[in-house]
């Protein structure tokens, strides 16, 4: 206990003292020199207004939209880099990523991709690529439920081509060590000051069933959950994800304040109310990371300053740019 206490105590003076602290601790490396937030300034001036739109149009249908439109940004970057290479449906040379295990039965908000798409074209033609729009449509999400606001570095181009092989691969999964997760964030130039504040994400949002019942059921089939789980949470949780079936049924990531990008999902991991196993890992699988956790619980203002700056670390992973890729007339083909 003291010695966590002098990892928050350090975390906290280091941010006094330097408030870019935990910023300064990763490396900058991936931020692709070529991106740059004006990008569009006079081929198509209107194209963050336009994104914005329709992202907020989207939401007011359905909130939950805001958090599956961020997990595209996530899901593409992890795969190739940012590339919307994730929006690619299948064709008779191309396997989309949409069919992974990450992916299926999951990821969602195409649509509303596509009908951000459709606007921008008609405005500017053949200007601002999918990949772009990906990343807008993060911010957007983030900003509009409550989130830090940021500048989006822009100029990415989209690939021709999907990893199905990269996305089963890369992506973390619910069920993920701790340490299998930073691996996979370090392949991608990411550090584990990103893991945690990017894990914080899952402040909004929801997730199936079939995502966490290995939390709630040993392995004997006995009703004893992970000890990790609150008793009266995990009771909870069983009425609608029981031993077998209802794999689909969605549960609230942060049932405190679901619709509301705060730092909540932070202090519901210090009371063990985590519902993924990937989220319980950071409090209880390193000091580091735990001290982050409380850090970010006890201040939110610091954990959003901090989501914005892991996100545009994030959104600039391995971009293709200059004469590299294309801008897709329609993000689920390639223009050829």
């Known amino acids: 206990m003291a010695r966590m206490r002098l990892v928050v105590a350090t975390l906290a003076l280091a941010l006094m003292v330097n408030p870019s602290f935990l910023n300064s601790m990763v490396d900058s490396s991936n931020v692709a020199e070529f991106l740059y937030p004006e990008f569009y300034q006079c081929s198509c001036p209107n194209a963050a207004e336009i994104v914005r739109s329709v992202v907020a149009k989207a939401m007011a249908r359905e909130a939950r939209m805001a958090a599956s439109l961020l997990r595209l940004n996530f899901h593409d970057c992890f795969v190739q880099g940012c590339d919307a290479s994730l929006l690619l449906d299948s064709t008779d040379k191309i396997v989309s990523e949409k069919g992974s295990k990450p992916n299926k039965n999951s990821a969602r908000g195409f649509e509303v991709i596509d009908e951000i798409k459709m606007a921008l074209e008609k405005e500017c033609p ?4 999918c990949a772009d729009i990906i990343a807008l449509a993060a911010r957007d999400s983030t900003v509009l439920s409550g989130g830090r606001n940021w500048e989006v570095p822009l100029g990415r181009k989209d690939s021709h081509g999907a990893s199905l092989k990269e996305s089963n691969n890369n992506i973390p999964a619910p069920n993920s060590t ?3 997760i930073i691996a996979k964030f370090k392949r991608q130039g990411l550090s584990e000051v990103d893991v945690v504040a990017l894990s914080g994400s899952h ?6 069933c079939v995502s966490f019942r290995q939390r709630l059921y040993n392995q004997t089939g006995n009703h004893q959950p992970d000890r990790t789980l609150d008793s009266h949470y995990a009771s909870f949780l069983r009425t609608g994800c029981p031993k077998s079936g209802s794999d689909q049924n969605l549960f609230l990531l942060d049932f405190e304040t679901p ?8 202090k519901n991991l210090l009371t063990n109310n985590g519902l993924l196993n990937s989220d319980e890992v950071l409090f209880t699988q390193s000091e580091f990371t735990k001290g982050l956790v409380k850090l970010y619980a006890e201040n939110n203002e610091i954990f959003l300053d ?7 670390r994030m959104s600039t992973v391995k971009p293709l740019t200059g004469d590299k890729g294309e801008v897709r007339e329609n993000c689920r083909f390639n223009n050829h």
């Open 126 to 129: 053949r200007t601002v690529s």
């Open 178 to 180: 701790l340490k299998t």
């Open 203 to 208: 402040t909004i949002g929801m997730s199936r």
């Open 259 to 266: 619709a509301k990008f705060d730092n909540f999902y932070f």
């Open 306 to 312: 901090q989501f914005a700056k892991s996100m545009v």
